[in-house]
Structure formats: C-alpha cells, structure tokens
C-alpha cells in the first residue's frame, strides 16, 4: 500500500492569533516581536503577517529595521505570548489528531501526520480528510492553514509550502517528480544552508539534479546515512516514518458546540462521542489517569478550565461522570461568556495496574 503522508503547517501562526483575538488589527501590518528589554525597540520580530511581509518584513529581523520598513503603513508590533500561542497550538493538535491515524508534532505550528490506513492509501480519500481538517480548524479557532499530501514527509512538506496561504495541495506519487523536480534543494525538508553550499559545490542545484545524482558520491561528503537520505528525499522515496515523539502526557478531546450556550447539561451531551474516544484510548493504550479536566473555550476564545484530582488511577471514564458534570456546572457558573467549543483532558497518566473496586473507591453512583 502507497504511503499517504500529510504536512499541517498554520498560516503566520502568532500574528494570526492576534488577528483572531483583536479583529480591528486585521489588514494593517502585523509584527509580533520578541522584545530584548535593553531598549524600546530591542529584539527581533518573531512572525509577521502577508500584510507586513509586502513591505519586507520577516521573522528574524530586527524591530528596529522592520518600525522602519513600516513607517507610515499604520502598523502594529506586538510583544510575542508563547503561553497563549501553546495554550491554541494544543487544541489545533487534538482537532487534527482526531481525524488522523498519527500525528507528529513538528513544532507549534506545524504538524505531518499519517494516512495511510484510514484513507487505505488513497489520495482522493485523503484529500477529503485533509479538507476536513482544514475545515474543522477554522470553525474552531478561526484560523487557517496550509495543507500537503505527499507519499513521504518530504513531498508533504513541499507541497504544504506550496499551498500557503490557506491551500491545500496533493501530489500523487505519480506526479510527485514533475511537481518538485524544478525546485531549488534548499527547499527540501531537512536540508540547510551548508548542505545546499556543498551540494551547489557539486553541481547539484535542484532536486531533479539531487535525485540522479550519484548516491556514492554523496556519500564521500555527507555520509552514508545522509546521503541515503538526500537521495531518497529527491525522489520522493525517504521512508521517515511519522511518530508520536514520545509517550502522552495527557488525552484530550475538544468539539465545537452546535450552538452557543452556557448549559453544562447540554455541553456534556455534545460531548458523548468524544467521551467515547478517549475511554478507547485508555483501553488501547493500557493507560488510567488521575487528573479530570472540564474545557471550555468562549466566544471570545478565551479558555476556562476546572480540574479534579483523584488519589487512585482512574481506568474508565465513565466512571467519574458525575465529577465531569460537576465540572462544567462550576465553569457554566463562572462563565462570563457562552461556549463556543468544550472538550475533556485526562492527565497525570500512568500504566494499569489493580483496577479493582475503582469505582467504589471513587463513590460514583
């Protein structure tokens, strides 16, 4: 069965985030900035909106270069908030995680995921995924991005940069040569400016000349393992595998609301399917949890949580149902706003051991 490997990468994260959460900023130039302290405009823009970038504004510059390139256009700089961009990337995670048979988190705004088995390695298959992914982000969290399918991440990778802003582009594996052949090899995922030196060194300049070149040659300067990797990547062919970097800290499953509202009985309703998958989880994966979470994200995207901790593994959801419903009452009470998307985290988790009388131990009814 062909590989069907996808590529998520969010559109101008940080600075759309902002652009979500104050609307009125939308279409001036954005900068969102890591500030040094040493002076008013010390640091460096982290991320820019398209709107900045027309006038050459990019990550990595500094402020004081980029207030210049901007003088006049009514711009905004804004300092840089990882925990609230962290708090978002989360929840794009779970969104896409759910539609997906593996995902690997790349960083915090980009994503490859797998497949392969859920669209049975068809493409017009995941192609409709991919769509739904894009869709179901952009109800929830009012955000866009860019999406590729390709049969290894490499191809994904190139084609979600391809589809920026806001695409989404599949290549077939039988297009996948026609479609990369002609770009530049700086533009394939993993290869930086020194590799690109070397290979420029060697005659090599686009990945079609990668791809036929000479795997023993590669090897005498990048190594076997490198150059294997180059070769294939070229291709279309590297086999690098999409993983779960390491062992779940948490489950978490978040839905959008059919309606806005602030009653909990009603959120815990639209919440049943998702219940459902994470108690899956937990049997899948052998795993019982001790810390219950209650989510709630209002309108304005603001995120309340309310938490329980229970002194012995829990292995069932269903078990502490009642403590969920509790939950949500607390946070329908605090609420200032109405649910626009509610969601359940499980955490502090550990592998099974005596499940027996849990239940009683928890007092549920």
């Known amino acids: 069965m062909v590989r069907v490997i996808g590529h998520i990468d969010l559109d101008y994260f940080f600075a759309q985030v902002e652009e979500v959460e104050n609307p009125s900023i939308k279409g001036r130039p954005v900068a969102v900035c890591v500030f040094s302290g040493r002076t008013k405009d010390s640091g460096v823009v982290s991320t820019a909106n398209y709107k900045a970038r027309e006038f050459g504004v990019k990550s990595g510059m500094p402020i004081v270069l980029a207030k210049r390139r901007l003088e006049g256009r009514d711009p905004i700089m804004i300092r840089m908030e990882i925990t609230k961009y962290e708090a978002v990337s989360e929840r794009i995670m779970e969104l896409a995680r759910s539609h997906v048979d593996i995902l690997e988190e790349a960083g915090i705004d980009e994503a490859f995921f797998d497949l392969t088995i859920g669209s049975r390695g068809d493409f017009n298959s995941a192609a409709s995924v991919a769509r739904k992914i894009k869709e179901t982000i952009l109800e929830g969290e009012r955000l866009t991005c860019s999406v590729g399918l390709g049969r290894s991440k490499a191809v994904a990778k190139l084609a979600s940069?391809?589809?920026?802003?806001?695409?989404?582009?599949?290549?077939?594996?039988?297009?996948?040569?026609?479609?990369?052949?002609?770009?530049?090899?700086?533009?394939?995922?993993?290869?930086?400016?020194?590799?690109?030196?070397?290979?420029?060194?060697?005659?090599?300049?686009?990945?079609?000349?990668?791809?036929?070149?000479?795997?023993?040659?590669?090897?005498?300067?990048?190594?076997?393992?490198?150059?294997?990797?180059?070769?294939?990547?070229?291709?279309?062919?590297?086999?690098?595998?999409?993983?779960?970097?390491?062992?779940?800290?948490?489950?978490?499953?978040?839905?959008?609301?059919?309606?806005?509202?602030?009653?909990?009985?009603?959120?815990?309703?639209?919440?049943?399917?998702?219940?459902?998958?994470?108690?899956?989880?937990?049997?899948?994966?052998?795993?019982?949890?001790?810390?219950?979470?209650?989510?709630?994200?209002?309108?304005?995207?603001?995120?309340?949580?309310?938490?329980?901790?229970?002194?012995?593994?829990?292995?069932?959801?269903?078990?502490?149902?009642?403590?969920?419903?509790?939950?949500?009452?607390?946070?329908?009470?605090?609420?200032?706003?109405?649910?626009?998307?509610?969601?359940?985290?499980?955490?502090?988790?550990?592998?099974?051991?005596?499940?027996?009388?849990?239940?009683?131990?928890?007092?549920?009814?």
């Open 161 to 365: 940069d391809s589809a920026k802003p806001g695409g989404l582009m599949v290549v077939s594996p039988d297009s996948t040569m026609a479609f990369m052949g002609s770009l530049n090899v700086g533009n394939l995922y993993g290869v930086g400016p020194k590799t690109v030196k070397t290979l420029e060194g060697l005659g090599i300049g686009t990945i079609a000349e990668l791809a036929r070149a000479d795997v023993s040659l590669l090897q005498d300067y990048f190594g076997r393992k490198l150059a294997l990797y180059l070769h294939a990547a070229a291709n279309g062919e590297d086999d690098d595998p999409v993983e779960e970097r390491q062992e779940p800290t948490q489950f978490s499953r978040i839905i959008t609301l059919k309606s806005d509202t602030t009653d909990a009985e009603e959120a815990m309703n639209q919440l049943t399917e998702a219940a459902d998958d994470l108690r899956s989880r937990l049997i899948s994966r052998k795993t019982s949890f001790r810390t219950l979470s209650a989510i709630a994200i209002l309108t304005n995207l603001s995120t309340k949580t309310r938490s329980k901790t229970f002194e012995t593994p829990i292995w069932d959801l269903s078990i502490v149902k009642n403590a969920l419903a509790d939950l949500f009452s607390q946070l329908s009470d605090s609420a200032d706003r109405e649910f626009r998307r509610v969601g359940i985290r499980l955490s502090d988790l550990s592998a099974n051991s005596d499940q027996k009388s849990l239940a009683e131990y928890v007092g549920e009814p």
